[in-house]
């Protein structure tokens, strides 16, 4: 459960860091959002890799496929329309991807009781986050109207 967390923070990571470099010259607030996103994405990615590593497993290396089939697509979305909502949106979307992963495993019955603060902590940034690039999406489409 843990490395499935692992594996969409990675799509996540991904996503963020890539609008990051995008965006530096075009919009400095909406690259600020991502910078921060890309880094809490990192700490998840750390945090919950050295746990599976404790378990004696192996932390994902990569995304999911989902995140990447979305990927590409997003990015057709920046090529072809406003590169700002179309990474906002798809931030929004991957962080969606990461609080569902993480409220799967807070729900789960076989989630060790040592690991449930770190994913309740995990998933109230993740949540803030999400509230967070949401209103600047809607900063963004009312701008366009």
């Not at 979305?77 to 929004?92: M, N, W």
């Amino acid at each position: 459960m843990l490395n499935c967390i692992v594996a969409v923070a990675r799509d996540d990571h991904a996503l963020h860091a890539h609008a990051v470099a995008r965006l530096q010259g075009s919009d400095a607030a909406l690259c600020a959002v991502m910078m921060h996103m890309a880094g809490s994405s990192a700490a998840i990615i750390a945090t919950l890799g050295r746990r599976v590593r404790q378990a004696g497993g192996r932390p994902a290396r990569h995304g999911t496929l989902l995140g990447g089939v979305r990927a590409g697509f997003g990015w057709w979305g920046t090529v072809l329309g406003d590169a700002g909502i179309q990474y906002a949106s798809q931030g929004q979307a991957c962080r969606g991807r990461l609080i569902r992963a993480l409220q799967a495993a807070l729900n789960d019955a076989t989630l060790p009781e040592d690991a449930r603060p770190i994913l309740d902590e995990m998933m109230r940034y993740a949540q803030h986050d999400w509230q967070q690039l949401h209103g600047r999406l809607d900063g963004l489409r009312a701008r366009e109207v």
